[in-house]
């Protein structure tokens, strides 16, 4: 059952969810967006038109996104007032409409946050950042085959060293943990400064959980476990070996343990797990990207993962994101606000677009999202591109950004 949204001025239905928290998406749904600060309104703008090009193209006008604006960063202050740059209002709508897309927010310097997108992540317990890194024909990149590298990382987002619980050196509560720690026969230095690295079962689950049914329902061969347990044996030792476990409880059937295939298991149909040590995974996707697939990671790893994954196909102006729980996706362009580029229709759009066609994805609109995809290769090798690619590519003169989505539109 679908319900219709009720608002005067507002048309267009709410998503619904089944029983596995897929969602069930109508022909018309209604999607929030926040265009974001600084670059936010010109990549927001080229990628609306081409979404919505997309959409109508692959279903002769059946199915249309009923967009629908939401206020977060500067424009949220200027309605809501300076300390409000993360209205209750806003986050209510994003839960309730469970899908929404987002260009980039200036962190607010001093008092309030820390950083608005962090602020999203954890309020709606948005517990995994989920970052496809593939590489696009034409894009520029520093290795020499990275037509290779076509891996989806899911990096745990709320807990780790990300978790915000730092103290600062010589403060009463680092004085007092410090304390503490002695207590238990551990010796830190006097006065240093205290960072806590919580790591749970539940938070490690949730997140393997999501990547391994990702795999699942997205035919690929593999899911990679990436800690440093050698090291920290109870963080993110205990991250691999919940992921294990879980793995076999849950998707006996679907999956075989690298350690299994080595017992005389074969792999054929099914998914292999497997982990690696995140030195040396920093290696294996320079030297071996071929062999790696879908890699689910504790928060700081993934941090790292993914930047560097997103440099070796060409950078983050290219690299699409979602920050995502069972129940809400919120999809966003990767790099930030670019402040000194701000209203100039200049920059490269393919970030926040790119996030669209994974939106696409999760809504099961494959056909759009093929569509954008290729329109875009295509835009691409045709040398249609911003100034962030044309500086790369010899005698290529840059084109607006506006212009590159006019462009991706004539070649859907
Ligand atoms: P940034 O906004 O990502 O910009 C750094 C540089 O990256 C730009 O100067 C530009 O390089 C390039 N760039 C970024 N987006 C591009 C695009 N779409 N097309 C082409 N080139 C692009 O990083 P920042 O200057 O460190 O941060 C500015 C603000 O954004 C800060 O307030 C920061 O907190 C915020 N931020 C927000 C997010 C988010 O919302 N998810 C993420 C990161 C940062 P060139 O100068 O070489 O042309």
């Known amino acids: 059952m ?123 317990d948005l517990y995994a950042c989920v970052r496809p890194v593939r590489h696009m024909p034409g894009v520029p990149s520093p290795v020499v085959h990275p037509e290779q590298v076509d891996v989806v990382i899911f990096r745990e987002n709320t807990e780790d060293v990300y978790a915000g619980i730092e103290f600062e050196a010589g403060s009463e509560e680092s004085d007092k943990i410090i304390e503490l720690l002695k207590s238990f026969g551990k010796n830190p230095r006097e006065k240093s400064a205290i960072g806590i690295k919580p790591i749970s079962e539940v938070g490690s689950k949730r997140l393997v959980r999501m990547a391994i049914r990702y795999a699942i329902e997205n035919n690929r061969k593999s899911v990679t476990l990436v800690h440093k347990g050698n090291i920290m044996k109870f963080t993110e030792g205990y991250f691999k070996s919940w992921g294990y476990e879980l793995a076999k409880e849950e998707f006996r059937d679907y999956i075989v343990t690298e350690e299994e295939t080595w017992e005389g298991d074969s792999a054929e149909g099914k998914i292999l797990i497997n982990d690696r040590i995140a030195d040396s995974m920093f ?50 362009a990767t790099h930030g606000t670019a402040p000194k580029y701000a209203g100039q229709d200049k920059v490269n759009p393919s970030s926040v677009l790119l996030s669209g066609v994974m939106m696409l994805e999760h809504m099961k609109w494959k056909e759009a999202a093929e569509l954008v995809t290729h329109a875009l290769e295509k835009t ?33």
């Open 2 to 124: 679908i319900a219709m949204v009720e608002s005067a001025e507002q048309e267009g239905e709410i998503l619904k969810w089944d029983a596995e928290d897929r969602p069930l998406v109508p022909d018309t749904p209604v999607i929030p967006y926040i265009e974001g600060d600084g670059i936010g309104p010109d990549i927001w703008a080229a990628t609306r038109d081409v979404l919505d090009a997309a959409v109508a193209a692959a279903y002769s006008g059946r199915k249309r996104i009923v967009w629908r604006e939401v206020l977060v960063g500067k424009k949220a202050q200027t309605v809501y007032g300076e300390d409000h740059p993360l209205p209750r209002e806003s986050l209510d709508t994003i839960r309730t409409y469970g899908i929404a897309i987002k260009g980039p927010l200036t962190t607010p310097v001093g008092g309030g946050f820390r950083s608005l997108n962090v602020a999203l992540r954890q309020v709606l």
């Open 283 to 332: 290696q294996q996707i320079l030297l071996r990207p071929d062999e790696y697939d879908v890699i689910a990671t504790p928060n700081l790893n993934g941090d790292y993962l993914s930047d560097a994954g997103a440099a070796q196909v060409g950078g983050l102006g290219l690299a699409p994101g979602a920050n995502v729980r069972d129940d809400v996706a919120l999809f966003e």
């Open 380 to 412: 691409i090798l045709q040398k249609k591109v911003t100034y962030d690619l044309a500086r790369q590519l010899d005698g290529v003169d840059p084109v607006k950004a506006s212009e590159f989505g006019d462009a991706i539109i004539s070649n859907l």
